[in-house]
């Protein structure tokens, strides 16, 4: 798992743009945390960092994600203060979603 998400983020570096390297840098993060690397997944929740350079290019969901990625990766490195706030922002970014069908697939509501 953890060498198919660095494949997918050499892919993306290669042939991708901004959008693609921040949803890689999720995805990084998000396997990092499944497998309880708090370290390294905090270091890829970095996809933060590229959210909001490249604003412009993303969807309203690539925030919702960014945020969940650093709430997820603060939690497994017990920064109790940190997750929270971070899943706080993470959820008003959900409720700002305008695609309804985006929405749904972030709350998982149907």
Do not use: P
């Not at 959210?51 to 919702?64: I, S």
């Amino acid at each position: 798992m953890i060498h198919a998400a660095h494949a997918s983020c050499y892919h993306w570096l290669v042939v991708g743009t901004e959008l693609h390297h921040q949803r890689a840098e999720w995805l990084l993060a998000r396997v990092y945390a499944m497998r309880g690397m708090a370290e390294r997944a905090l270091l890829y929740a970095r996809c933060l960092e590229l959210t909001r350079e490249n604003a412009g290019v993303m969807e309203d969901f690539d925030n919702t994600y960014a945020y969940e990625g650093m709430a997820r990766a603060s939690a497994l490195a017990q920064k109790s203060k940190e997750a929270l706030e971070y899943l706080h922002l993470a959820e008003e970014a959900g409720n700002a979603i305008k695609n309804e069908e985006e929405k749904k697939n972030i709350s998982g509501r149907s």
